[in-house]
DNA sequence: GCCAGAATTGACAACGTTGTCCAGACGTTA
DNA sequence: TAACGTCTGGACAACGTTGTCAATTCTGGC
C-alpha cells in the first residue's frame, strides 16, 4: 500500500541496441545497420531485428546518436513573444524549412529582454543545435562569438545583429515608414504622430527616420510633441495618442510602429466623433473589415522566416560565403483609413 | 585558392572538460564540480577552472549529459498550426511553465495530419523529450504506449487521446456552443445555421452536438441543409454560408465552429445587406472593433496550456495518480453580432 | 572440391559527460 | 609523534550510439 515501489518504478527502462541485440540473437552494429536502414544485411537477418524492435518498442536514443555523430539536426529559434500574432507565420515558416531539411525546432521568447535572450541562446548551444534563427532583443552579441566559431549556423531577422558580423535578414523599415508617411501627406496631412516601440529596438529607430525623412523630403515639420517612442504597452500607447489629438493644433493622422501600437490606437479611434487618418506598420488579420479598413504596410513575415531559414540551411551545407544582409520589400496597402 | 581546407575547418571542435581540465591543468571531474556548482572545490582552484572555461569558450555538452544522466529538461509540444493565432497563448502557456521547471520547448506543426503527428511525436520520443503536450490530430494513439510505459509524461490538450488511457485537457465545447445556441435562440432566431470543422475532429463534433441540443432544447427542428461540418478552408466556408443563406427560408443566424471559420464568416457577411447574426467559437483580436462587436464564445487558450504544462509536470516529478479529464469552462462574450 | 572475391556480421573504441570510489593533503587531538 | 577525521582532487567506468576493421560465411567459376 505505502510502499514506494510502484512510484520508483514508474520509468520502465528503455531497451537499447543491445537488448534488441540479445533477442534478435545478432551483434549490436547490425541492429544499428538496421535502424538506419543501411546496407549489408540479409533479409531474414533483417526481419528478425524488426521483429525483436517491434517486440520490445525500441526507439533509437537521438542523445547517444547526437553524441557520436556532432549534428544535432534541430535548430533553435528565439523570438520575442512566441504569442505575437506576427511571429507566427514567421515560426511557421521556419518550422517548414526546418522539416523539409529533417531537422527539428526547438523555440523560445526572449519577452524584449536581453539577458533572457542571452541565457536562452545558450541554452540551446548547450544542446548544440546545428544552427539558430534569433530575433535579437539586446544589441551586443558578441556572447556568440565562440558559437559561432565552433560552427554554429546563426541567422538574425528583424533586427540586425549587434557587434558581431552575421547572416541578417530584415523587413525595409525604413523605406516601408517613409511610404506609410508619403501616403499620408499625399492625403493632405500635415500634422502626423508617430507612436513607435522602445528607441533601443532597431526597427523603431528605422520607422522613425522613415517618417522623419518622408516628412523632411515633404518639407514638413515635425513638432516633437508628435513623436512618442517607448513601451507598446497599451496604457502608453493610449496616452500618447491622446496627447497627440488634444491640444489646439492636434495631429491629423497616425502613423503606429508596429502591429501591437496599431491596435491600441485603432482602439482609441473608434471612440472618437473626429476622423483621424491611421496607417500602421505590419498588416494583420481583419485590418480590412474594421471601418474604414485600416491602411498598413505589410511585412512578409513568412518571407523573412523562409529567407533567413534557408540561409541557415546553406550555411549548414557548406556554403562559405561572408556573411550576408537581405532587406525584404514592404507593401503599402491602401483600405480607407489613410 | 581553391583548397577545400576552408570549407573543411569551418567547424573548429569544441572544447571539451578534458581540454578545460588540462588548461587548468586539474583533474576532469574537478572541472565537471565547478561546472555544476558541486561542492568540494577550493576558491582557488574553481578561478584557475572558470579562467579555462572563458580562455577557451567552453560550453558543457548536454547530449552526453542527457546520456549520462537520462532526463533532457525538455519536452515537446505537438499543435496543429504553429501560425494559428489561436495556439498563440497556448504555446506561451506551455512555454512558460515550462522554463519555470528549466525545461526547453521543442515544437512543430502536425498540420492535421495524422501521419505527420505521430512521425513528429516518435521524433520527439527519439530526442528523449521527458514529456509531451499534444493537440491531437489523429484518433489512434495506441503508437504512444511503449513511450508512456518507459516514462514519457504525456498530456492531451483541446482534444481527447484516442484508443488510450492519458491525461486530458478540454474546453467545454459542448457546453460553450450550447450556450452560443441557445443565446441566438433568446434573441427569436429560429433558422440557425452551424459550420464546422471536419467530423473526424472531436471538438467538431462536440459542437455540432452542443448545437443540436440548444435547438432539441428550444424545441426547434435542425435542417440537415443548416448543418455543415468540413474543411476550414475559406473556398469550402464561403461557398456552405452563401448556400444557407440563399434559398426560400434561409437561415437568420449562423455559429460558426471556430477562429478560421468565423473571419471567413464575417467576411462573407460583410457583403450582404441584410444583417444575418452571427456567434463564433474562439475569440480572436479585434472581434469588439468589427461592426457590429462579434459575439462569441471564448475560450482561454493560455489557461489550457498552463493546466495541461502544469499537468505534465506534476507528473515528472512523480506523482502517481490515474490518468485526469480536465474541463475547462468557456464563456460568452455578447458584442452586439448576436 | 577448391579458391578468389564479395557479402555479411560482429568486436571494439570512441563521442563528452557524470557517479563512484579511492588517494593524498591537511588539521586536530591524545 | 601517532592516530584519526575531514576535505579536496582525480582515475575510471558507464550512458547508447556509430565508425573502423577484421572475421566469417557465401557465391560462382574452375
Redesign the pocket.
Known sequence: MTDTARSTTRYG??P???DV?ARA?????????V??G?????P???RRVQEAITALG????DS??V???GRTASIGLVLEDLADPFYGPLNRAVEEVARDHGALLINGSSAEDPAREQELVLALCARRVDGLVIIPAGTDHRYLEPEIAAGVATVFVDRPAGEIDADVVLSDSFGGARDAVAHLIAHGHRRIGFIGDQPRIHTAVERLRGYRAAMDEAGLPVDESWVALGSTAPERVRSAAEAMLAGPAPVTALFSGNNRVTVTVVRVLAGRPRPVALVGFDDFELADLIDPGITVVAQDAARLGRTAASLLFRRLDGADEPPQQRVLPTRLIPRGSG
Chains 1, 2 share one sequence.
Open positions: 527502462t528503455r537499447t541496441m543491445k541485440a540473437g545478432v551483434g549490436l552494429k547490425t541492429v544499428s545497420r535502424v538506419n543501411e546496407p549489408g544485411v540479409t531474414d537477418t533483417e525500441f526507439r533509437r536514443n547517444a546518436r553524441l557520436r555523430k
